[in-house]
């Protein structure tokens, strides 16, 4: 059986821009990266079903209260549905990395139920997010990983992400006689 072609996508820095504090705790912090949108829906046109995972620090406490950071989640989620992107599932990890969890990326732990139950093209699936856990967790989950940056440095766009899982891979042949 062939698995799905999933991208597991990162909030923070990679779908919304992330504030000084680094916590998108308001909705006056919701900000969305140029781009996004028509992105993420050219790619689940094409076939890609969408995951959202991502690191809630201290979801929860005192600092981050839980009903504060799903304010926020649910305006994220109507917001992307409102213009036709779905997600599969979401998954977030309110630990620190003190902590030492097994769910906080790069670390799997997360989603083993999701991979478990939903096998994965790991030729075609991505892991896509601004940080090197973000990597990290693509490498972990056996898939590869690509950068996208609010400011578009290193040419780390939503544009140039749809544009390289879009293309065909090139290949040539040479015949000599």
């Excluded at 028509?38 to 995951?51: D, H």
């Excluded at 109507?78 to 990395?97: I, K, T, Y």
């Excluded at 601004?130 to 766009?157: F, H, I, M, P, S």
């Amino acid at each position: 059986m062939t698995g799905a072609r999933v991208l597991f996508v990162d909030r923070d820095g990679t779908m919304v821009e992330e504030p000084a504090d680094e916590q998108v705790d308001s909705l006056a912090k919701v900000r969305l990266l140029p781009g996004v949108i028509p992105a993420l829906l050219e790619l689940q046109q094409a076939g890609y079903r969408l995951v959202l995972v991502s690191n809630e620090d201290g979801m929860g406490t005192a600092s981050f209260p839980e009903p504060a950071f799903r304010e926020t989640q649910d305006f994220i989620r109507a917001l992307f549905a409102s213009q036709g992107v779905q997600f599969d599932a979401e998954f977030f990890c309110p630990h620190r990395p003190v902590d030492g969890c097994e769910c906080r990326k790069p670390k799997t732990g997360l989603l083993t139920d999701y991979l478990r139950d939903h096998p994965l093209d790991t030729e075609h699936s991505y892991v896509i997010g601004d940080r090197e856990t973000d990597l990290q967790l693509a490498a972990n989950l056996g898939v590869k990983g690509l950068r996208v940056y609010a400011d578009g440095r290193d040419g780390c766009t939503w544009a140039a992400i749809v544009e390289q899982l879009r293309r065909p891979a090139r290949t040539a042949t040479v015949l000599r006689k």
